[in-house]
């Protein structure tokens, strides 16, 4: 049985356009079924799609935000923790300065504050750092935390963003 797998030349033409009949011709000639080459591609497309979605920069919940001019009652310098579901990207987020970050697979939650909302498009990425969180050993109990590292993206923001905006669409309105 023969792997369908693609050259550098023919991905590139399958980005273009997955049905490519030149493609479809070319691999039809190496002896494949055209259903195959067409489901092959449509894997690939998916793939591609897939990991292109990865790589894409976005705040995320757990990421850390640098604050570059004063806000509030907090000076520039100050770090805040994005709070919210791991994995998921929002229009807005609450972050939280001065935090003690707890993070487990599902959620981030942060005790200190302030706590501002910002849009996540006032944003900006400048590059991975690595941040202290705690979790649970096993159940919630007296000395059940378990204190721990990751590597997080890094994002600026200069304390200015449309507040009521970005209230609106943290809670959804």
């Not at 693609?6 to 980005?15: A, V």
């Not at 494949?32 to 591609?41: P, T």
């Not at 509030?72 to 994995?87: D, T």
Request: hydrophobic letters at 35%; charged letters at 25%; one cysteine or more.
């Amino acid at each position: 049985m023969k792997i369908l797998q693609f050259t550098e030349e023919q991905k590139g033409k399958i980005i273009i356009d997955w049905r490519d009949p030149e493609v479809v011709e070319e691999l039809k000639s190496e002896g494949y079924r055209e259903d195959i080459i067409l489901e092959a591609m449509h894997i690939y497309c998916s793939m591609l799609y897939d990991e292109q979605v990865e790589k894409q920069i976005v705040p995320l919940p757990g990421d850390i935000v640098i604050l570059t001019d004063k806000c509030m009652w907090v000076e520039a310098g100050r770090k805040a923790i994005i709070e919210g579901k791991v994995g998921q990207p929002q229009p807005s987020y609450m972050i939280c300065f001065d935090a003690s970050a707890f993070r487990n697979e599902t959620v981030i939650y942060c005790s200190g504050g302030p706590s501002p909302f910002v849009l996540s498009e006032d944003l900006k990425y400048g590059g991975k750092t690595t941040e202290n969180f705690w979790k649970w050993k096993d159940v919630p109990r007296a000395d059940g935390g378990l204190q721990y590292q990751m590597e997080v993206s890094l994002w600026y923001w200069n304390g200015q963003t449309n507040s009521q905006k970005a209230l609106d669409l943290f809670y959804g309105k």
